[in-house]
């Protein structure tokens, strides 16, 4: 059972560039999220979704987008991508609206 | 304008001491969560209270929820190096999907 997986580990783009950040999980939940992380800080919620086809925005969702084709996968997509963007990426998977199961982030840098 | 407002920021502690950590907002939250978290992980739950006034104990670690639901607290009794880490309260607000963390306390406990 891996839980939720997150590729990749580390990333480092040049302003502009655009790239995807996968992230799976394989305990069949239908809720999952998308936070960011910044140095000191605690998680804001970029987008989420309730089940395959259906996302909302979060707290901060300007700069990405996502996609929930499968109750398994929820890929985050940032084009153009700013300083500002820099941080640690966690996805979450969860059966219901409590306890949350994290990956263990994608922590980016852009250039 | 965080909506979950953690306090202390940081707290560096000798083995042995207790220590509190609080968790407060203007907002009532229908449940809070506890995560702690470690350098270069994701955040793992520890502990939700979701009724006014309830005190859920985990080992050393007591958690309360106050009774109007808008603060928590956090003790640790007799802290040991391994409670080292970061920990974040979080809760869900608009809708049970939209989860807000606080910015964390960070705890290091001295040998």
């Known amino acids: 059972n891996a839980g939720v997986t997150q590729t990749p580990k580390f990333r480092i783009l040049k302003i502009g560039q655009s790239m995807t950040l996968q992230c799976a999980q394989d305990m069949n939940h239908n809720y999952m999220y998308w936070y960011r992380q910044d140095p000191g800080m605690g998680l804001k919620l970029i987008y989420y979704?309730?089940?395959?086809?259906?996302?909302d925005k979060g707290e901060v969702p300007n700069g990405y987008n996502v996609s929930r084709s499968t109750t398994e996968d929820f890929p985050l997509r940032l084009e153009l991508a700013a300083p500002s963007q820099t941080s640690v990426y966690f996805c979450a998977s969860s059966p219901g609206s409590d306890t949350q199961y994290f990956g263990p982030g994608t922590r980016l840098t852009v250039l | 304008t965080q909506l979950l407002e953690q306090s202390p920021q940081f707290l560096s502690i000798q083995e042995g001491e207790n220590l509190t950590v609080y968790c407060n907002s203007s907002?009532?939250?229908?449940?809070l969560q506890w995560y702690r978290q470690e350098p270069g992980e994701g955040p793992v739950l520890l502990v939700t209270v979701v009724t006014g006034g309830e005190v859920k104990k985990l080992k050393r670690l007591t958690f309360q929820f106050g009774d109007a639901r808008k603060d928590s607290s956090l003790h640790i009794t007799a802290a040991q190096p391994g409670d080292t880490g970061l920990y974040l309260c979080a809760g869900p607000k608009y809708n049970f999907n939209k989860f807000y963390f606080g910015s964390g306390t960070k705890l290091n406990v001295k040998p």
């Open positions: 907002s009532v939250f229908s449940s």
């Open positions: 979704s309730v089940g395959a086809g259906i996302t």
